[in-house]
C-alpha cells in the first residue's frame, strides 16, 4: 500500500514553467511504476510521464515530449515533474499514480494507487 499527495500547481502564464511534486508514503517507490497523468473537464484522462522503479528511464506523451521532464529523489520517496513552455491546452487537474512493474504506464486503468490531484492552469 502507497499513499500519493501532489503538490505545486497554479496558475501561470503561457511559456511559463511549474514543478509539480508527488510524495509518497507507506512504501518506496522503488517497486512500481510511478506515472502522472492530467484530466480537464469534459475529456478523458490522459497519460504524460511515468518511470519504471527497475529503470532510470522516462516515457512522455507526444504532448509532453520536450517541454516536461520527470524525475525522481530517492531519499525523499519524490517524484516530480518540470513543465516548461506551458500552454492552455495543459490547463487540467494533475494526479499521480503508481501501479506494477509490469502494466502499460500509459494506461490510467492499469494504475492501483492515486493522489488527490493538484490544479494547474494556464492563462492565454
Known amino acids: 500500500q502507497v499513499q500519493l499527495v501532489e503538490s505545486g500547481g497554479g496558475l501561470v502564464q503561457a511559456g511559463g514553467s511549474l514543478r509539480l511534486s508527488c510524495a509518497a508514503s507507506g512504501r518506496t517507490f522503488s517497486g512500481y511504476t510511478v506515472g502522472w497523468f492530467r484530466q480537464a473537464p469534459g475529456k478523458e484522462r490522459e497519460f504524460v510521464a511515468a518511470?519504471?522503479?527497475?529503470?532510470?528511464?522516462?516515457y512522455y506523451a507526444d504532448s509532453a515530449k520536450g517541454r516536461f521532464t520527470m524525475s525522481k529523489d530517492d531519499g525523499k520517496n519524490t517524484v516530480y515533474l518540470q513543465m516548461n513552455s506551458l500552454k492552455p491546452d495543459d490547463t487540467a487537474v494533475y494526479y499521480c499514480?503508481?501501479?506494477?512493474?509490469?502494466?502499460?504506464?500509459?494506461?490510467?486503468?492499469?494504475?492501483?494507487?492515486w493522489g488527490q490531484g493538484t490544479q494547474v492552469t494556464v492563462s492565454s
Open positions: 499514480a503508481a501501479g506494477g512493474l509490469l502494466i502499460n504506464i500509459a494506461d490510467y486503468r492499469h494504475y492501483n494507487y
Open positions: 518511470i519504471r522503479g527497475n529503470s532510470p528511464n522516462t
